[in-house]
């Protein structure tokens, strides 16, 4: 008969394995998305034998997690991002109504010291959503605790949650941990940081750019989560990005803004927004300046957009229950917001996504989702491909090969164009399949 302190070694040496089966997942799918991936000239991307485990964040940022019981026992859920020095701060927070403490919190802090942010802290496991003035005082507690620490103001801390909405935060757990970041933080690994922010996640996600300016060479470095309530309207998830460029707030929220709005925005996996959602990015500023207008900017914007745009994928391809990635792009629209509406629409629909799941060519979802979007159109014009395959032609011509078409939905990963008409507006929306693991996973998510 085993002995407890046994069975408490197997089933630490179980946990073990399943968190090194998810970071080997995850290193094979950040892998291979980079290598699909067209990186901007200027970019140099993480190496590829890189396993997020030597010199990943910018000089002077340092990153750490703890336990600290907040769902479950023996893993991390509390993490801290800190730089050494004040810098620029941006952020975007979710357009959900019934927004999370930790978001009003830091949207506050945000507006009277994003010249001046020192650090970011996040736990997972509860949201503290729908918790009341009680939720407002334990947000507020974490900024303090962690200001205390490190010897900085409160509204220098951005604090934000993940989890199950409506339960108060155990605080003695919380502020437990967070006395215990500092001892843990480290500027070369980002893997236990990007693992704390894990709830539904099957694998950590995190990347980083070296981005080459006319003054030198800045980084930016970011950890996401996200798997359900997956749905653009802000961000629909969490992601931390950090980089040593020099550069004013206001720009700095600029260059988010503009990045989010192809990136993050324009994913979807089940159509809720959450309401936790936060984007943020601190700007250390002991690297090359940034100035508006300049070459240099829109180097570094565009480099902003692709880091994004890569960590959105991850989250799409780790939907809840997903093994597909799909792009969904409509062109020959009368103008973008009409391509942005369809192409939204298509990639929300259940049934859409239902039939992605089946590998079923079902082009008649495609085009009642469209027709149901808002988007103005003549239905005699719609041309639909999956890849290079036209499976509708105009005037509702369909006349290609099944077999073909069942090829290209069994891959991971594949492209559905819908046309329009000849108009200039185009969009472009990552999303994922629909499968019973889905229902699985959200028949018992509070358990």
Known sequence: MKQPDSDDQFYNNVKLFTALEKLNKGLKVIRDLAASTSWPTPVIPMATQSDGTDGFWPKGFSSGAVGAAIKYTGRKDLMLLTTDAAGSA?????????????????????????????????????????????????????AQAVARELSIKPEEVLVASTGVIGQLLPMDNVLAGIAELP??????????????????????????????????????SGIAKGSGMICPNMATMLAFIATDATI??????????????SSFNAITVDGDTSTNDMVA??????????????????????????????LAKLIVIDGEGATKLVEVTVVGAADDRDAELAARTIAQSSLVKTAIHGEDANWGRVVAAAGRSGAVFNQDELELSFNDLIVLKPCFIADFSEEAAAEIMAKSSYSITLRLGSGPGRARIWTCDLSKEYVDINGSYRS
């Open 90 to 142: 941006a952020a975007l927070f979710t357009t959900n109504l019934c927004c999370a403490a930790p978001v009003l919190l830091s949207r506050q802090h945000l507006l009277g010291s994003s010249s001046s942010m020192r650090a970011i802290v996040c736990n997972s496991g509860n949201a503290n959503a729908a918790t009341g003035v009680q939720g407002m005082d334990d947000a507020r507690a974490m």
């Open 183 to 220: 001892s843990s933080l480290q500027q070369n690994s980002v893997i236990e940081t990007a693992r704390a922010i894990m709830t539904t996640d099957t694998f950590p996600k995190f990347f980083t750019l070296d981005v080459r300016l006319s003054k030198g060479t800045v980084r930016l």
């Open 248 to 261: 004013a707030p206001a720009l700095l929220q600029e260059a988010l803004r503009h990045a989010n709005s």
């Open 281 to 310: 990015i601190l700007a250390s500023g002991t690297g090359a300046s940034i100035e508006a207008g300049s070459d240099d900017y829109r180097v570094f914007a565009e480099a902003l957009e692709s880091l994004m745009t890569f």
